[in-house]
C-alpha cells in the first residue's frame, strides 16, 4: 500500500519571504504521480502543482516549484515570495499510473503573515 | 477543468438517519470520487462511483453504510446512512477522466450528526 507522510502539521512564513513544505512517501511502484493540492478555509480543493515520476525534471508553476527525489522518495513544495492568500492548508497526493485511486498526506497548515 | 456542485453545502442530522448528498458535473466524465474528511485530518477515499456498474468500495467502507449512485456521465450520489456522531466530517466528491491525471474536487458537504 501506498503511504504519503508529511511530517509539519503547522509552519508559518512572513510576506514575500519562501517557505518549504515537506512530503515523503512509500510505494514500490516505478510509475506513479505526485501532486500538491491547497485547501483554503473555503475548503475547496485546488490543484497547485504535479509531478509525473518518469520526469527528473522538476515541476514549476509562477511562485510554486517542487523538489522532486525519487530515489529518497521525497516531494517537497517551495512557495516562493508568499503571499496572504497562499494561507491555506497543503495536501501531498500520491497516485499510481493508469488507477486514479488518489491517497493523501495529513496535510500541512501554513499561514503567511503579513 | 470542470465545475462541480455539491448539494446540501451542510446539514445538521440525528441520529439512526440518512442523509444523500448530491454530485453535479458541468461536462460528462469518467470518473467520479467520494472522499471523507474528518474535522482537522486528510481525505479518505471512500469509493469510486462508476458509472452503470456497483461502486468500487475501498477498505473500512462498505455499500450498506455509503451506497452511491451513477445514473450518468455528470451526476453522482452518496448516502450516508444509519448515521452516528462518527460519520460528522465533509464529504467530498472529486471527477477525473482517464486520459487526464487531475482530479477536480467539490465545495463539500459539511455534515454534523447530532
Known amino acids: 500500500a501506498q503511504t504519503v507522510t508529511q511530517s509539519q502539521p503547522e509552519m508559518s512564513v512572513q510576506e514575500a519571504e519562501t517557505v518549504t513544505l515537506s512530503c515523503t512517501y512509500d510505494t514500490s511502484e516505478n510509475n506513479y504521480y505526485l501532486f500538491w493540492y491547497k485547501q483554503p478555509p473555503s475548503r475547496q480543493m485546488i490543484l497547485v502543482i504535479r509531478q509525473e515520476a518518469y520526469k527528473q525534471q522538476n515541476a514549476t508553476e509562477n511562485r510554486f516549484s517542487v523538489n522532486f527525489q525519487k530515489a529518497a522518495k521525497s516531494f517537497s513544495l517551495k512557495i516562493s515570495d508568499s503571499q496572504l492568500g497562499d494561507t491555506a492548508m497543503y495536501f501531498c497526493?500520491?497516485?499510481?499510473?493508469?488507477?486514479?485511486?488518489?491517497?493523501f498526506g495529513a496535510g500541512t497548515r501554513l499561514t503567511v503573515k503579513p | 477543468s470542470a465545475v462541480i456542485s455539491q448539494k446540501p453545502s451542510r446539514d445538521i442530522c440525528q441520529r439512526g438517519t440518512s442523509l444523500t448528498i448530491q454530485c453535479q458535473v458541468d461536462?460528462?466524465?469518467?470518473?467520479m470520487f467520494w472522499y471523507r474528511q474528518q474535522p482537522g485530518q486528510s481525505l479518505t477515499l471512500i469509493a469510486t462511483?462508476?458509472?452503470?456498474?456497483?461502486?468500487?468500495?475501498e477498505s473500512g467502507f462498505v455499500i450498506d453504510k455509503f451506497p452511491i449512485s451513477r445514473p450518468n456521465l455528470t451526476f453522482s450520489t452518496l448516502t450516508v446512512s444509519n448515521m452516528s456522531p462518527e460519520d460528522s466530517s465533509i464529504y467530498l466528491c472529486s471527477v477525473g477522466w482517464a486520459e487526464s491525471l487531475e482530479q477536480f474536487f467539490g465545495p463539500g458537504t459539511r455534515l454534523t450528526v447530532l
Open positions: 462511483a462508476n458509472q452503470g456498474s456497483e461502486a468500487t468500495y
Open positions: 497526493a500520491f497516485m499510481k499510473r493508469n488507477n486514479n485511486d488518489m491517497r
Open positions: 461536462s460528462q466524465v469518467t470518473m
